[in-house]
T-cell receptor, first 114, second 114 residues
C-alpha cells in the first residue's frame, strides 16, 4: 500500500461542467501520474508531475489540466466535461531507486458525464 | 519507441487448469517488465517484476513469468488457477531514468470458470 487515495470515488456530472479529481499521497513521492482506463484501450497517460508545480503532458492530455501545489496532492481538472471523458481515472506514484522504478496505483475514480 | 502487445484480450479457462497470458514487447534499450493485476472495481496491483538477474520471477500467489530476451516476451503463467484469479492482467514495460513513463499493454481478461 503506497498510501494513495483518490476522491471522489464516483461522480456523475453533466456535459459542460467543470470537474476536479484529487489524488493524495502520504509518502512524499516526487512523481505522480494520472491515467484513464477505457475498455479496449488499457491505461492511457493523461498528465504527470515530477515535482511541485512541475507537470507535463501524456498521450491523451487534450481537455484536461493538472496542478500540483503541494507534494502530496495532484489534481486533475476537466475544464468542460464531455461524454468522451466518461472513464475510470487512476492516479499513480513512482517508487524505486537506482534507475529502476515501479508504479503503484490508487483505487480509481469512476466518472460518468451525461 | 517502446511497445507492449498482449496477444489475447480474453482468456477463459476452467478452475484448476493451467493458464498462460502472453506479452511481447519492443524496445531499443534495457527493459524492465511488470505484470499488474486488477480485480473488479479495484486499482492495479503489482503482481511481479523483472528488473535483472534470474529470468524467472514469481509472485506470492503462484504466478510466474519468464523474461525471454531473444523472443522479446514476458509471458505470465500459473499451473492451476482458482476462481479468485479472475481479473484483468496488464503487462508493462519500463525504461530507466528520466520521468519514467511506462508503456502498458491493453490488458488480458482472465475468466476462470468453475
Amino acid at each position: 500500500d503506497a498510501g494513495i487515495t483518490q476522491s471522489p470515488r464516483h461522480k456523475v456530472t453533466e456535459t459542460g461542467t467543470p470537474v476536479t479529481l484529487r489524488c493524495h499521497q502520504t509518502e512524499n513521492h516526487r512523481y505522480m501520474y494520472w491515467y484513464r482506463q477505457d475498455p479496449g484501450h488499457g491505461l492511457r497517460l493523461i498528465h504527470y508531475s515530477y515535482g511541485v508545480k512541475d507537470t507535463d503532458k501524456g498521450e491523451v492530455s487534450d481537455g484536461y489540466s493538472v496542478s500540483r501545489s503541494k507534494t502530496e496532492d495532484f489534481l486533475l481538472t476537466l475544464e468542460s466535461a464531455t461524454s468522451s471523458q466518461t472513464s475510470v481515472y487512476f492516479c499513480a506514484i513512482r517508487e524505486g531507486t537506482g534507475g529502476t522504478y515501479e508504479q503503484y496505483f490508487g483505487p480509481g475514480t469512476r466518472l460518468t458525464v451525461t | 519507441a517502446q511497445s507492449v502487445t498482449q496477444l489475447d484480450s480474453q482468456v477463459p479457462v476452467f478452475e484448476e487448469a493451467p493458464v498462460e497470458l502472453r506479452c511481447n514487447y519492443s524496445s531499443s534499450v534495457s527493459v524492465y517488465l511488470f505484470w499488474y493485476v486488477q480485480y473488479p472495481n479495484q486499482g492495479l496491483q503489482l503482481l511481479l517484476k523483472y528488473l535483472s538477474g534470474s529470468t524467472l520471477v514469481e509472485s506470492i500467489n503462484g504466478f510466474e513469468a519468464e523474461f525471454n530476451k531473444s523472443q522479446t516476451s514476458f509471458h505470465l503463467r500459473k499451473p492451476s488457477v482458482h476462481i479468485s484469479d479472475t481479473a484483468e492482467y496488464f503487462c508493462a514495460l519500463g525504461a530507466s531514468g528520466g520521468s519514467y513513463i511506462p508503456t502498458f499493454g491493453r490488458g488480458t481478461s482472465l475468466i476462470v470458470h468453475p
